[in-house]
């Protein structure tokens, strides 16, 4: 669930689906973004370090790519993926759906709300038993924000998913990200290529 590269069938032109002051409050694109602030360099995406936050890379096993970030802060988890997207029209309102069937085929339910970026979907998505734990239901939401050429997916877990407190924290820092398209020519749904963070003190160190 974690990748829409390889949904199959044409892309509808629906509108974009943003909050209306992202270009101002986030989540930004790389040119709108304030160029002195201390960003980790991510490849597809730039997070902006704050206390308590915990940043993992979430690895492809067979071709060891980095295909999503995961950020835990607030005692909550927010993973975040950078597609590409077209030039005038979004794909949030259909890749929604394609999550909500998804999540259908998997025994689970979503529902539709309107949250602080526009659509969202609450998931309730079923979590097979393991050795150690008992089959239970996982609540997630999912959103996304449709910007200039890209598309922003997050999946929020933990109290974040529940709590509104929790929720204000986590949504401040999916706002606080910036995603970098670049130029390279990307069929729309590709995930911008993501990569380790340089070393402190930038590539070699020092």
Not at 90 to 106: K, S, V, Y
Not at 119 to 140: C, F, G, K, M, S
Not at 172 to 186: A, E, H, K, N, Q
Request: glycine share 10%; no cysteine.
């Amino acid at each position: 669930m974690s990748d829409i590269e390889n949904v199959d069938g044409p892309i509808a032109d629906q509108p974009k689906s943003a909050p209306e002051d992202r270009a101002t409050a986030g989540p930004f694109d790389e040119a709108e973004a304030n160029p002195v602030r201390p960003y980790v360099d991510l490849g597809g995406v730039k997070v902006l370090p704050r206390e308590g936050l915990h940043l993992r890379l979430e690895v492809e096993e067979g071709s060891k790519r980095v295909v999503a970030i995961g950020l835990d802060y607030a005692k909550s988890t927010l993973q975040v993926q950078p597609f590409a997207a077209p030039r005038s029209s979004g794909l949030w309102h259909e890749i929604r759906a394609q999550i909500a069937d998804q999540i259908a085929r998997q025994g689970g339910t979503t529902t539709v709300r309107e949250g602080t970026f526009g659509p969202e979907l609450l998931a309730q998505i079923p979590v097979a038993a393991t050795d150690t734990a008992p089959a239970h239901t996982r609540l997630a939401r999912f959103i996304g924000v449709d910007g200039p050429r890209w598309f922003l997916r997050g999946v929020i877990a933990g109290e974040a998913a529940v709590d509104p407190a929790a929720a204000a924290q986590v949504e401040d820092l999916f706002r606080s990200i910036v995603v970098v398209r670049g130029t390279t020519p990307m069929p729309p749904r590709d995930l911008i290529p993501l990569r380790m963070p340089a070393p402190a003190g930038g590539p070699t160190g020092r």
